[in-house]
C-alpha cells in the first residue's frame, strides 16, 4: 500500500492536484481549512481566548486529575465523550474568568506595579529561606511557560479578580438565628447501635443447580463477555530515558560556567522610591520641585498617588529585571549612582519619579556551588538534543517501512516491545493515553497493520505503535466462566437473603418485637455517637428522632453488599459557642459563590460567547 502511495506520488495527475492544493492555501489562507476563530479557542465579545492558552490550561488539569484519582482518571480519558466533556469545562472556566476581567475593568479596578511587585516577592513558591530568590523565580516561569511581564500580566489579572470576588464575599452577612439553626444542624450528632448481617455468610450456604447456572449465565451475558483486545508492538522514545546514559565531566561543566557565567551570578538588586503621579503636568511639577533641592520621601508622602509607598517616602524596596513594568524597569536600571533621580516616566499606571536609593553589584556564585546544577542542566539539554534527532530518524524509518518496527527501533538503537492481548481496561499505563488508544483504534494501524505516526505522550516523549493481532469481543464459553457464574449467582441469592432477614428485623424491631434478635443469632453492639462524616450518615441523618425514648430502627447496605441494621437511640443538637464564627464563616462562603455564581449566569447571557475549539 505505501510502496504504491509512493510511487503515485511522482505522477502527472498527482503533481497537478497538489498545485491545486497549494494554490488553495495562497488564494484562500490555512484558516479556512482549519475552522473558524484561527488562534482562538474561544472568543468572549471583542477579547479572544488564546488556543495556546486553553491547551495549557488543559494540559495542567488534566495534570492534576491524574495526580488526584490515578488510573481510574485515565480510564475515563479512554471514552472521547469525556474528554470533550472535560475540555469544554475548562474552557467555560476560562470564559468565565474572562466575563469576570471585562466586568472588573469596566468597574474601574486597578492593581498597581508596586502590589503585583509585592504580591510576587510574597510568594512562597519563589522564596529561598523566608527569602524571594531571583533564581527560583526565573526556573519556576519557564517551567510554567510563562515570561516575567507574561507572569506579572496574569498576577495583575488575577489581583483585579480577586477585588471584585472581595467586593462580592465582604457584602455577605448572616444573621445569629441562622448561624444557630445552621450551626446545629451542621454539628447535630446521633446515638446509634449496630448488627451486621454479613452477605458472604448467606452467600456461602446457596446451593445451585446446572440450571441455575445455565440460566444465569445467558441472562447476563454481558458479565462473561471478553472485550475485544488487540496486541500491540511499540517503540517507546523519551528525553528522560536518554538522561540516563548522559555523563558530564567536571571539564564540561566548568567550561560551561565560564560561558555562562552572568547566569550563575547573583542579579543586580536596586532599591529605589518612586513618586507616582497620574497627571503628567503635575509630575513635571514634581520633578522641578526636586531639581531645586526639595527632600524626595518628603514629596513623595505629600504628592505621591502610590498610597502603599507614599507613607514610606516611596520606598519601593529592592527591585530586579523582570518584575516592574518595562518603561519603569529601563528608567530605573539607566540610573547609575546612589541618589540619582530619573526625568518623569510614563508606565500604563500614570508619571514615575524615580530615585535610586541603594545597589547592590551581581556576583557569581562558586563553581562548586552550582557544579551540580550545571551537569543536571547539561545532561538535560544534551538529552533533549539526541531526542528530536532521533525522533526525526523514528518518524522517518517507521514511514518507510510501515510493515514491521524492527527497522525503525534498529534505527534508533531502541527495542520493540510487545504486549500480550489487552483491552483499553488492562492496557500498560504508556498504553492509556488517548492519542494512543486513538492510534490503535484508526483503520490504518488496526485493520491495514501500518506503523501509526510518532504520538506525543508526553513533553519529549513519543511512540510508535503498531498492532500485531486482534481478538474480536466474545461470550465466554460457561466451562470457561463457570467458576465466575457460581460466585456471582451466589452472591445475589446470598444478598436477597440478607435484606429479606434485615428488612424483617427492621419491621419487628419497630413493632417492639425485640424477639426477632434471639431467634436468628443477632445481637447489637455498643453505643456510639457519630456526626455527619460517619460512613452511615446519610441512612443515620434521614431517620425519624425517637419519640418518648422508644428508638427507631432502620437498615444500610454497605458497599461490600453486608447489612447494617441501626438503632437510633438519641438525637444531640446543641450549638458550641467556640464554633459560632466558622458557622458564620462558612454560611457567607456559600452565599458569596451563590452570588458569584449568579453574577457570572448574568454575565454570559449578556456576552457574545464564540467557541471556536473543543474536542482535541
Known sequence: MMDRLREGVNSIAVKIILGLIILSFIFTGVGGLVGNGGNAAAKVGNNEIPRGEFEIAYQNERNRMQAQMGDYFAQLLADPAYVEQFRRSVLDRMINDALIDQQAQSMGLRVSDAQVRSEILAMTEFQRDGQFDQEIYQAALRRAGFTPDSFASYMRSQMVRDQLMAALSTSEFSLPNEIALQGKLFTQTRDIRTLTIGLQEFADKVTLNEEQIQQYYEQNPEMFTRPEQVKVSYVELSANALKEQIEISDEQAEQHY???????????????????????????????????????????????????????????????????????????????????????????????????????????????????????????????????????????????????????????????????????????????????????????????????????????????????????????????????????????????????????????????????????????????????????????????????????????????????????????????????????????????????????????????????????
Open 258 to 616: 565560564q560561558q555562562q557565567l552572568d547566569k550563575y551570578s547573583s542579579a543586580e538588586q536596586r532599591r529605589v522610591s518612586h513618586i507616582l503621579l497620574s497627571d503628567a503636568a503635575a509630575a513635571d511639577a514634581v520633578a522641578k520641585t526636586l531639581a531645586e533641592g526639595a527632600d524626595f520621601a518628603e514629596l513623595a508622602k505629600e504628592k505621591s498617588e502610590d498610597f502603599g509607598s507614599a507613607e514610606n517616602g516611596g520606598d519601593l524596596g529592592f527591585i530586579e529585571r523582570g518584575v516592574m513594568d518595562p518603561a519603569f524597569e529601563d528608567a530605573a536600571f539607566a540610573l547609575t549612582n546612589v541618589g540619582d533621580v530619573s526625568a518623569v516616566v510614563e508606565s500604563d499606571f500614570g508619571f514615575h519619579i524615580i530615585k535610586l536609593d541603594e545597589l547592590t553589584k551581581a556576583q557569581a556564585k562558586p563553581f562548586a556551588e552550582v557544579s551540580a546544577q550545571i551537569k543536571a542542566e547539561l545532561r538535560d539539554s544534551q538529552a533533549v538534543e539526541q531526542f528530536y534527532q532521533l525522533q526525526t530518524e523514528l518518524e522517518k524509518v517507521a514511514f518507510e517501512y510501515p510493515d514491521s518496527l524492527d527497522d525503525a527501533a534498529n534505527a534508533v538503537n531502541l527495542p520493540v516491545q510487545t504486549t500480550d492481548f489487552i483491552s483499553q481496561i488492562d492496557a500498560p499505563e504508556v498504553l492509556q493515553n488517548p492519542a494512543i488508544a486513538a492510534a490503535i483504534e484508526s483503520p490504518e494501524v488496526k485493520e491495514d497493520g501500518l506503523n501509526s505516526e510518532a504520538i506525543e505522550i508526553a513533553p519529549e516523549h513519543i511512540l510508535v505503535v503498531r498492532v500485531e493481532d486482534v481478538r474480536d469481543e466474545t461470550v465466554l464459553p460457561l466451562q470457561e466462566v463457570q467458576a465466575q457464574v457460581v460466585a456471582e449467582l451466589s452472591r445475589v441469592k446470598g444478598e436477597e437473603q440478607a435484606v429479606a432477614l434485615a428488612d424483617k428485623v427492621v419491621a419487628d424491631l419497630n413493632a417492639g418485637n425485640d424477639a426477632v434478635l434471639a431467634e436468628n443469632g443477632l445481637s447489637f453492639g455498643e453505643s456510639e455517637q457519630i456526626d455527619r462524616s460517619s460512613n452511615l450518615a446519610m441512612t443515620v441523618f434521614a431517620m425519624p428522632k425517637p419519640q418518648a425514648d422508644k428508638p427507631v430502627f432502620a437498615k444500610n447496605k454497605a458497599a461490600n453488599g453486608d447489612i447494617t441494621v441501626i438503632e437510633l437511640d438519641a438525637v444531640t443538637a446543641e450549638l458550641d459557642p467556640a464554633i459560632v464564627p466558622q458557622v458564620a464563616a462558612q454560611l457567607e462562603r456559600v452565599s458569596s459563590q451563590q452570588d458569584l455564581a449568579s453574577v457570572i449566569a448574568v454575565l454570559r447571557a449578556n456576552a457574545d460567547i464564540e467557541y471556536f475549539v473543543v474536542s482535541n
